[in-house]
């Protein structure tokens, strides 16, 4: 343990002072004005250690790391009649792309490109109207994560509706196609409101125990999901979450993980860790230039790499 917080906080001091890191989301207004400056870690073992470094307990819109959430609850709500309306494969393009869907009848590449996830909120609306929807949203992440406090901040959801243009026009088209089931609004009405979820990497990092000790949130501890559910998620992860640029990401840091345009990434170490980073400069994928770096570093000092002998 005393390797691991070492590592962390050298991480931590290497990343704050680095020069190069990226662009914050400018086509958000709320997230165009987040300081760039700021650097946060988190980890949490299985012993229920939490090392902390960095900005590590400042909240951030944690944006698409919310669809890994969504995703299991869906999941939980309909089962694998869920992957009759999103697939489970690498998209190629930027998660925003309409091209995919003109070709492949609405049905999106996987849930965690913009349009797989707001199929996920249309499934998650079955049975429920927007507001019980995003309830349950809300109390699942505050169970995970132990943290009655995490919240949504109305601010950025009410900036992201006055701006998804292009996140309504995936929408409308997954509807003529019949791959969505419920009212549009009501859809985009839970998907730009899980988007604007505020959680520290303390908080994320917590949050993402069930991912990383297959199910639970602890070794022997609460269930969440089955084992073989944890496990495909997870899989997921690795292969579509970092959008176009999840094959860099596998290469370089070989841990599943969720970024978010908010500068924040959810990683995975199975067995070991579930681990936050949060800057909020971003690469061109729209993924945090120090929070990948940082994970590249963490994974290889502790050889976390799912792909390490």
């Known amino acids: 343990m005393a390797h691991l917080e070492t590592v ?39 012993d229920g250690a939490v090392i902390l470094a960095g900005d590590a307990t400042v909240p951030f819109s944690i944006q698409s790391i919310s669809k890994v959430f969504t995703l ?72 995970v994560s132990g943290d009655e406090g995490v919240s949504m901040d109305e601010d950025v959801a009410r900036s992201e509706k006055e701006t998804g243009f292009l996140n309504t026009a995936l929408a409308n088209y997954m509807r003529a196609f019949g791959v969505l089931q419920h009212p549009v609004d009501h859809v985009l009405g839970v998907y730009f409101h899980q988007c604007a979820i505020a959680m520290s990497c303390e908080q994320l990092a917590l949050a993402g125990r069930y991912l990383a000790f297959s199910g639970r949130l602890s070794p022997g501890g609460p269930s969440v999901v089955s084992e073989e559910r944890a496990r495909r998620i997870a899989a997921l992860m690795l292969t579509c979450g970092h959008y176009d640029g999840s094959g860099d990401f596998a290469f370089r840091v070989g841990l599943p ?49 799912v792909f390490a002998g």
């Open 257 to 305: 993980g969720k970024s978010g345009v908010g500068g924040g990434i959810l990683a995975i170490a199975p067995g070991k860790a579930s681990i936050a980073v949060w800057s909020p400069g971003l690469d061109r994928h729209g993924n945090s230039v120090l929070g990948s770096l940082a994970l590249e570093h963490l994974a290889k000092a502790m050889r976390w790499s």
């Open 8 to 46: 962390v906080g050298e991480i931590a001091a290497e990343m704050s002072a680095r020069a190069e890191r990226g662009t914050v989301a400018s086509y958000i207004p709320k997230l165009a004005g987040v300081p760039i400056d700021q650097f946060g870690i988190a980890v949490t073992t299985p």
């Open 72 to 143: 299991t609850l869906a999941l939980g709500q309909i089962g694998d009649e869920l992957w009759k309306r999103v697939g489970k494969e690498p998209s190629g393009n930027p998660f925003n792309s309409i091209v995919q869907l003109e070709h492949e009848h609405g049905i999106p590449r996987n849930p965690f490109i913009n349009a797989g996830a707001i199929a996920v909120a249309d499934a998650m609306l079955s049975g429920h109207q927007p507001r019980e929807a995003l309830g349950s949203i809300l109390r699942f992440i505050r169970f």
